[in-house]
């Protein structure tokens, strides 16, 4: 079974950046794409960002240009660069296999004015 561990996470004000991390139990990153998803409990979960296997990446447009997702398959790590950050970015974001199941516990992103 794989295990995700997010952290990174803080309280930052509006233009600060945070670098988020996601340590994998095992090495998936060769077989998965990797994504970020944010998600406010009681609300539909967003994917904002995904980095495939052969290295490409996408991006919700909300996060275009501030945001960059990238990936250490030696490490089994996965990072998600955040820069530029607004108050709407606040939410609890987490990793994961896209299309998978391997939900953790996610770290929480706080964005004040």
């Known amino acids: 079974q794989v295990q995700l561990v997010e952290s990174g996470g803080g309280l930052v004000q509006a233009g600060g950046s945070l670098r988020l991390s996601c340590a994998a139990s095992r090495s998936i990153l060769s077989i998965y794409a990797m994504g970020w998803y944010r998600q406010t409990p009681g609300k539909q979960r967003e994917l904002v960002a995904v980095?495939?296997?052969?290295?490409?990446?996408n991006y919700v447009d909300s996060v275009k240009d501030r945001f960059t997702i990238s990936r250490d398959n030696a490490k089994n790590m996965v990072y998600l660069q955040m820069n530029s950050l607004e108050p709407e970015d606040t939410d609890v974001y987490y990793c994961n296999a896209v299309g998978m199941n391997f939900w953790g516990k996610g770290t929480q992103v706080t964005v004040s004015s």
């Open positions: 980095i495939h296997l052969g290295g490409s990446t």
